[in-house]
DNA sequence: TATTGTTATACTCTATAACTATA
DNA sequence: TATAGTTATAGAGTATAACAATA
């Protein structure tokens, strides 16, 4: 059969990857919610909602980054109010990430927002395909050349020598 | 109506916008096409092949990077050969960016690459649900919430004072 | 000895601003 | 004066490696 389609999705995907169009769209999503909340902290926010409270080893597998970058990002989180840190009672070593109150309000907005950014384009659409394009976006992202998309990445890491 | 799809769609759009996933394919589709081509430089390749010969302004629009980066990327692509710098014949202030042969020839195999690996996945599905996949996800791309996915971005820049 | 979170290092990419040449 | 491309600078993010504390 013809390659047509793989083509066409292909240079889509293209498009959206595209630094600019995901910095638009996350700059608009994040604005106005305090210094801390950007592209940059927007995953640990979201990955945090999903998962609760959290040690940042654990957080780095479902979020794509290592143990390093997740304690940077959350110390400025933390410092906006965003989250806090709260001793592991189960192993003295570890600290869970928890979002606060304030963390919780905020990545309801986010999420409130995007949504309502796609629906405003997909309220336009007629029903059924916008439903039959979701499931299809979802099936995409779960079988496709992604890797592992929906959380073990291979966030792995050199042992200390 | 319910905000159920504009969710499920969120959802989504943020495990494929996820740096891993984005990482894991570019690294994955450059592979091995030397060391200028990466997921840094893959944006000016196939932006370059799209244009044709085209100066660092004009490419900068179409990229969504200012005259700077693009001058950047240019170097490093130009030192391994992918493309070269060719005086402008009716701008003696500009140069045209041109792919050589060879980047023709990688430009070639990364769109062959990224489609195969799509390919991979929608030849699994019924025909009907991949045709009507890549209609609707074009169709997102446009009217969604990305700015201008199509090229002219607001890549604007301060003169110099 | 292995693993936790944190932090210092070096590296990369970026935007900004300055520079030269041409319009 | 304005715009072209280039480049130096500073800033931010990252991965790596080292560190102290705990398992």
């Known amino acids: ?4 389609v793989g083509y066409e999705v292909a240079n889509t995907l293209g498009e959206l990857f595209k630094r600019s169009a995901r910095a638009n769209l996350y700059r608009s999503l994040t604005e106005s919610l305090g210094e801390a909340v950007d592209e940059i902290t927007y995953p640990v926010l979201s990955g945090l909602a999903r998962t609760g409270p959290c040690s940042a080893a654990t957080l780095a597998l479902t979020v794509g980054l290592d ?29 869970l990430l928890e979002l606060t109150e304030h963390g919780c ?57």
Chains 1, 2 share one sequence.
């Open 67 to 95: 143990r390093s970058g997740i304690s940077r990002r959350a110390s400025r989180l933390e410092k906006d109010g965003l989250l806090q840190r709260v001793p592991d009672p189960e192993d003295r070593r570890s600290v």
């Open 105 to 161: 309000e905020v990545v309801g907005v986010l999420r409130q927002r995007l949504a309502a950014r796609i629906s405003a384009t997909l309220d336009t659409w007629p029903a059924d395909e916008a439903r039959s394009f979701a499931r299809s976006l979802r099936r995409f992202a779960e079988e496709g050349p992604f890797g592992d998309v929906d959380g073990s990445d291979d966030a792995r890491e050199t042992p200390d020598r």
């Open 1 to 4: 059969m013809e390659d047509h």
